[in-house]
């Protein structure tokens, strides 16, 4: 009866964890991956992760942040850029966020600036031409 969208973001919650940074780990330097990545540690660099990123609340990360989705329940310094952003109770976010869609918790913290874009749809013509070849 209903049909799910397949542009729609996958909810990171049920996205499998793949790396973890444990509570008194620091690392220094950039974090690129594809897979969601958990961090309970120090981050002293940028965080460039597809899948998505899950700050934990003793977790702090020191630099810009770029992902599909992210779920903040402890401290960022520096700018944000994902999808899917939810900022919770215990998360603070010192700088700017660029997002599709955010959630904010009443108690979390935020100090920057907030752009939101638009999700990108494709145009009329572009669904219409795919009608046509589907028949």
């Known amino acids: 009866m209903f049909k ?3 542009d729609q973001v996958i909810d990171i919650n049920q996205q499998e964890i793949s790396t973890l940074i444990g509570v008194g780990y620091i690392f220094t330097g ?4 594809s897979s969601v990545v958990r961090i309970e540690g120090r981050i002293v660099g940028n965080v460039n992760v597809e899948g998505g990123v899950i700050l934990g609340e003793k977790g702090i990360i020191d630099g810009d942040i770029i992902t599909n989705s992210a779920i903040i329940f402890g401290t960022v310094n520096g700018n944000l850029k994902a999808t899917q952003l939810e900022i919770k109770k215990t998360g603070h976010v ?11 918790e009443m108690g979390a913290q935020y100090n920057g600036k907030l752009q939101m874009q638009k999700q990108k749809q494709a145009p009329i013509t572009h669904a219409v031409e795919v009608l046509a070849q589907a028949s």
């Open 4 to 6: 799910k969208n397949k």
């Open 94 to 104: 010192n700088g700017d966020i660029t997002t599709d869609t955010i959630e904010i």
């Open 30 to 33: 950039e974090l690129k991956g």
